[in-house]
């Protein structure tokens, strides 16, 4: 699985989680707060991303990700070791 | 022929995923000595369940062992099923409001000190609003800051639950009160409700306005949950012998610093945590704050009804933070 795909992922439950993004290129250079996520809305997007990507990684790794694609990144990265 | 009646509770495998709630059997309990069992009709929710159900809750206070369902608690209401030998207050049929960490169900047992009686003029679902939020504001407000008269209070997210209760117990005490709240809809709510001055708390722009409208003296007492920043930008406008009231959890549980030269004022932190109080104490805070609502001094605070089947949804219209006071969930008919 690729940078891609994770992204892919990501993005459908940031849609799924915050309402009236269904239209909007998302960025991986934002914030999902700049796309208007609340910071529990952050909390299930990020839940809801690891079960589908069969990832398990604990809360305290992800308090210092800056944007979206810093998500990617360590989530890509968990995936690289399981493989 | 008489119908079983479905028990059941609402439950999440593991916390993360806010449709992963669900209803599960369970058995009924007999109350013991000193308990009630009550046929829950509406339940509040509070934030706390919330932040419970994503896994997030600070300091892990709430969280449940692993590989044990995680269950919920919070506001009720309902009637009396059956008491305990030794509680002469309340009797079966019953209309009650009740909180503690095991009400998210069909049926609840719990001591009676959790109990109050529900007004008539109350509603089942109104009265699911008061516990926890009401409770919260009331030990803030009058019994650690011991507002007065004409004092000013900053409520900090005054459309939430806990900020409408407080909004009523300062215009019950006849203080000043400054509100902030997260958007338009929310403050256009709060002027309607007569509070003078209304801001933004997504923006520090409340620190100098209430500096240049106060002459520079600041309010007297803050009622906090918000965090960083804001919570400093607070503090730097809270007027001699004033008192810093925090509900929040985060910057408590992440040790965030504060420095402690603005105490040279007579200032008084307080860091409120209700789930720390005893049975005793809380039975007795809960009892008096009952008091106002059968005087009807204070009323039940504003809130969304959603069905049980629309659980999930309810978790998650909270979530979004867009509501004004309660979210309500009505698990059966009243009869």
């Not at chain 1, 439950?13 to 796309?35: H, K, W």
């Not at chain 2, 639950?161 to 215009?171: K, P």
């Not at chain 2, 600041?218 to 406008?237: A, R």
Request: with cysteine.
């Amino acid at each position: 699985m690729d940078r891609a795909q994770i992204l892919d992922v990501v993005v459908k439950q940031l849609r799924n989680n915050v309402d009236g993004l269904e239209e909007t290129e998302i960025d991986p250079a934002l914030s999902m707060a700049e796309y208007g996520a609340t910071s529990l809305d952050i909390v299930e997007v990020v839940s809801a991303s690891m079960r589908d990507l069969g990832l398990r990684i604990p809360r305290t790794r992800l308090g210092k990700l800056k944007n979206i694609g810093d998500l990617v990144d360590l989530f890509y990265e968990a995936k690289m070791q399981i493989a | 022929m008489a119908v079983t009646e479905q028990c059941f509770r609402v439950e999440m495998t593991e916390p993360g995923i806010l449709e992963d709630l669900c209803l599960r059997p369970v058995s009924r309990r007999k109350p013991g000595p000193e308990e009630v069992e009550i046929r829950v009709v509406s339940v509040g929710l509070n934030f706390a369940e919330l932040m419970k159900a994503l896994g997030a809750y600070p300091g892990n206070q709430l969280d449940t062992p692993e590989h044990e369902p995680v269950t919920f608690g919070g506001d009720c209401s309902g009637t009396v099923l059956s008491v305990g030998a030794d509680v002469s207050r309340f009797r079966p049929g019953d209309r009650v409001v009740a909180y503690s960490r095991e009400v998210f169900s069909s049926h609840t047992t719990l001591p009676e000190v959790f109990v109050a009686k529900i007004p008539e003029h109350i509603g089942y679902d109104e009265a699911a609003t008061i516990p926890v939020a009401y409770a919260t504001a009331y030990y803030a407000l009058y019994r650690k800051a011991a507002l007065r008269r004409n004092e000013r209070v900053l409520i900090h997210a005054a459309a939430g639950g806990v900020g409408q209760a407080a909004v009523q117990l300062c215009q019950l005490a006849g203080a000043e009160i400054w509100a902030t709240a997260g958007n338009d809809e929310k403050r256009a709510f709060l002027r309607d409700q007569g509070v003078p001055h209304v801001m933004n708390s997504r923006s520090l722009e409340f620190v100098d306005r209430i500096r240049e409208q106060t002459g520079g003296c600041g309010v007297d007492v803050i009622l906090n949950s918000l965090c960083g920043e804001f919570l400093s930008g607070s503090l730097s406008v809270l007027a001699r012998f004033g008192r810093f009231l925090e509900i929040g959890k985060r910057d408590i549980y992440e040790n965030r610093m504060l420095g402690l030269y603005p105490f040279r004022n007579n200032l008084t932190f307080y860091g409120i945590d209700l789930l720390q109080a005893s049975p005793e104490d809380s039975g007795i805070l809960f009892a008096e704050l009952m008091g106002y609502f059968e005087r009807k001094e204070l009323g039940p605070l504003p809130y969304r009804v959603f069905p049980i089947g629309d659980v999930a949804r309810a978790f998650r219209w909270m979530r979004r933070a867009a509501h004004i006071g309660k979210v309500v969930v009505r698990l059966a008919e009243d009869e």
